[in-house]
């Protein structure tokens, strides 16, 4: 068994964060974020990632596997790009590129992870749209770290929980 720890991402402002690892304790945690007021032609919220929390998290976990001498691997979902939906994908866009940012400035080596990919191996089969596929990430998710079921039914998914999950599975 590989002595190495994954970091399973789900990206984006309501994204989340899990660490699993054969000889870790996992965590799960919500991508921090903050809300501030964006002044366009008319005042409205804007929520972005809180990236002094985000590298806070990043450093502790990084030393954590320094200091033990363990491997450390991110698997972050691709962000949702779409133009028939401008302002989600700028979201996306811009909480991806500060999570790229914190991942790169502590050294953790990281790769793209397609959702249907880890999905089709942790999700039971035949799952049609979203709200199907988060209710069966929270289940499963549920089943597989129970220590995690209260933020998993507030986050409504375990979606980082299974991207490590399925990480630490195959050995990735």
Not at 60 to 85: H, Q, W, Y
Not at 112 to 122: F, G, L, N, T, V
Request: aromatic fraction near 8%; hydrophobic fraction near 40%.
């Amino acid at each position: 068994m590989s002595n190495k720890i994954y970091l399973g991402i789900d990206n984006g402002v309501s994204g989340s964060i899990a660490i699993v690892g054969n000889s870790i304790t996992p965590r799960f945690i919500e991508i921090p974020t903050i809300s501030e007021i964006d002044y366009q032609k008319k005042a409205k919220n804007r929520t972005r990632i809180d990236h002094a929390k985000l590298c806070d998290f990043l450093a502790e976990v990084k030393t954590n596997a320094d200091c033990s001498g363990v491997e450390i691997k991110a698997f972050c979902e691709r962000p949702m790009i779409n133009p028939l939906r401008f302002d989600a994908s700028i979201s996306a866009a811009r909480a991806m590129e500060s999570l790229l940012i914190a991942l790169e400035s502590y050294h953790i080596p990281y790769e793209w992870c397609d959702s249907r990919k880890w999905q089709k191996e942790m999700l039971p089969s035949g799952l049609q749209g979203a709200p199907e596929l988060k209710k069966a990430s929270a289940v499963v998710g549920t089943r597989l770290f129970p220590k995690f079921e209260a933020l998993i039914k507030k986050h409504k998914d375990a979606d980082a929980l299974l991207i490590a999950e399925y990480a630490r599975k195959n050995n990735l």
